[in-house]
């Protein structure tokens, strides 16, 4: 399918999803999950907690609150915190299972990070490759606009260098 890669704020975005980088505890602590937590503006780490632990790849979602989206789908690409590093397998199959939850939602925009990268310590170029291959490869039934974001010019770069080569 098709994406695009933006730059920005994933807590300023508007989607029907937007997507968290979460831990399998699900407990939102920093980076894209606090972002995400703080303009929230509500009770979505507990939710998301509530919802938790999940697998290592999977997903869960919560109410987006103050968020402009209607959902928060938390996606599992590293251990608990503490506990470990994202792995290939863990960033391929939370951005597949993020698709395919936002896909059962019946929402036609996502919005996503690099999942798996910054602090869960996965290089930024090979996760943006299997994400944008993720993402590139599936059939969606609902999502027509599915944006990666990314925080600094530098993430952006990287991640609109690896889009374009997967796209050729």
């Known amino acids: ?16 999803v937007l997507v968290n980088a979460a831990g399998t505890s699900l ?3 920093s ?19 509530s919802k938790g632990p999940v697998d290592l790849g999977g997903v869960a979602v919560t109410d987006a609150y103050d968020l402009d989206a209607a959902h928060v789908v938390h996606a599992a690409a590293m251990p608990h915190y503490g506990d470990g590093e994202a792995t ?36 930024l170029r ?12 599936y059939e969606p039934s609902s999502l027509s606009d599915v944006r990666v974001v990314a925080y600094s010019d530098e993430e952006y770069e990287t991640i609109s260098r690896v889009a374009s080569e997967v796209r050729a």
């Open 1 to 16: 399918m098709e994406f695009r890669v933006v730059q920005g704020d994933i807590a300023e975005q508007s989607a029907d």
């Open 27 to 29: 407990r939102m602590g």
């Open 31 to 49: 980076g894209v999950a606090g972002a995400l937590r703080r303009a929230a503006n509500g009770p979505i780490n507990d939710e998301a907690t």
């Open 88 to 123: 290939a397998e863990s960033v391929r199959d939370a951005t597949h299972n993020a698709l395919e939850r936002a896909d059962d939602l019946g929402a036609e925009s996502m919005v996503l990070p690099a999942l798996g990268c910054g602090v869960a310590g996965f290089d």
């Open 126 to 137: 090979e996760g943006a490759r299997i994400i944008c291959e993720t993402i590139a490869g």
